[in-house]
């Protein structure tokens, strides 16, 4: 079984810092791991994922995350927060890239930027 | 707007009552999926289609759900003698299929459901 774990229920930042939100996973086999975004009263949209390759991925709205297979980890990172990144972020992870993209999700962060 | 659309956003039903989802994906995906999320919690895999295939179905939650997609298009999502514990946000997800797949998912804004 697969399952995403993601320890911060809350994360607060001041606007200009950096943000970083955790997330570790645990699969069998290789994974493919995805970061969403939920805005209020909006559908979840992607923001990022990583596949194969480098393990640091740049994604939507200036937002990156890196890989880290020793670790089981794939934080998403970003160097200057904006109030307008507050939303709640899910992590998500799936062993079968081309078969449905059946997701696994993480039970959600949120983020909170202060002016 | 050419995004995926749901229908009702709320339903507010008595238990015992049926109600049913409708999904209009983004014309030309092949692949439609219906997640489930309950407050405080991500998104929980259902089921997907390609095209009016309906290839995973093992994780509807119990008997009382079914989801179809006949002509390959739109899909609608039923539950049956609705219980109080399916009160969550059903959202509906559609993709490209095999060979334009980037991984990338496109979410509805979700029907809510309220079991009284």
């Known amino acids: 079984a697969q399952s995403v774990a993601q320890p911060e229920d809350q994360v607060n930042v001041a606007e200009g810092n950096p943000l970083t939100v955790k997330c570790t996973y645990s699969v069998s086999g290789n994974p493919y791991l995805f970061w969403y975004v939920q805005y209020p009263n909006r559908g979840l949209q992607f923001l990022l994922k990583?596949?194969?390759?480098?393990?640091l991925v740049k994604g939507s709205y200036g937002f990156e995350a890196e890989f880290n297979k020793s670790q089981t980890s794939f934080h998403l990172k970003k160097p200057s927060a904006l109030v307008s990144d507050s939303a709640l972020y899910f992590c998500?992870?799936?062993?079968?890239?081309?078969?449905?993209?059946?997701?696994?999700f993480g039970g959600g962060t949120r983020l909170m930027v202060k002016p | 707007d050419t995004g995926v659309s749901q229908d009702p956003r709320h339903k507010i039903t008595k238990r015992g009552q049926n109600v049913t989802f409708r999904c209009d994906p983004i014309?030309?995906?092949?692949?439609l999926y219906w997640y489930r999320q309950t407050l405080g919690q991500g998104p929980e895999f259902l089921t997907y289609f390609q095209n009016e295939a309906q290839l995973e179905k093992s994780r509807l939650l119990s008997d009382r759900f079914s989801a179809e997609r006949p002509k390959g298009s739109f899909s609608t999502l039923e539950i049956q003698r609705t219980e109080q514990g399916d009160s969550a946000m059903y959202l509906c997800a559609s993709s490209p299929g095999t060979g334009e797949n980037t991984g990338e998912l496109f979410f509805g804004e979700g029907s809510r459901l309220t079991v009284l």
């Open positions: 014309s030309e995906h092949n692949r």
């Open positions: 990583y596949i194969t390759g480098d393990n």
């Open positions: 998500a992870v799936t062993t079968f890239f081309d078969a449905g993209n059946m997701l696994t």
